[in-house]
Nanobody
Framework: QVQLVESGGGLAQAGDSLRLSCAASGFAFRRYLMAWFRQAPGQEREFVAAVTGTGRTTYYSDSVKDRFIASRDDATSTMFLDMNSLKPEDAAVYYC????????????????????WGQGTQVAVSS
């Protein structure tokens, strides 16, 4: 049974840092593309970052590039998101997602590419 469990969310002030974790089980983690998405109230779920199964390639949305870092530890089947220089607009529920295959590099940012999802962790950022 595939399980993705996020942790590390909470309340931060603008400019602070937070680290999210996603603990995975029930599938061959090292072979899967892992991603972070987020959803703010009243908005659609949006892509944040992804890291390939090899961990060698990462992808970021323009809104978090140069501030957030996605990484993974295949030995512990865990993915991380280091969020730096947080802004109030980063406040959202952050979801971990996994997929064993994608249609192409251009589709990495599409939520429909990911069959497995965690329950989400809330991040709040005060100004």
């Amino acid at each position: 049974q595939v399980q993705l469990v996020e942790s590390g969310g909470g309340l931060a002030q603008a400019g602070d840092s937070l680290r999210l974790s996603c603990a995975a089980s029930g599938f061959a983690f090292r072979r899967y593309l892992m991603a972070w998405f987020r959803q703010a109230p009243g908005q659609e779920r949006e892509f944040v970052a992804a890291v390939t199964g090899t961990g060698r390639t990462t992808y970021y949305s323009d809104s978090v590039k140069d501030r957030f870092i996605a990484s993974r530890d295949d030995a512990t089947s865990t993915m991380f998101l280091d969020m730096n220089s947080l802004k109030p607009e980063d406040a959202a529920v952050y979801y971990c997602a996994a997929t064993g295959s994608i249609e192409g590099q251009a589709t990495i940012k599409l939520s429909r590419q990911y069959p497995y999802w965690g329950q989400g962790t809330q991040v709040a950022v005060s100004s």
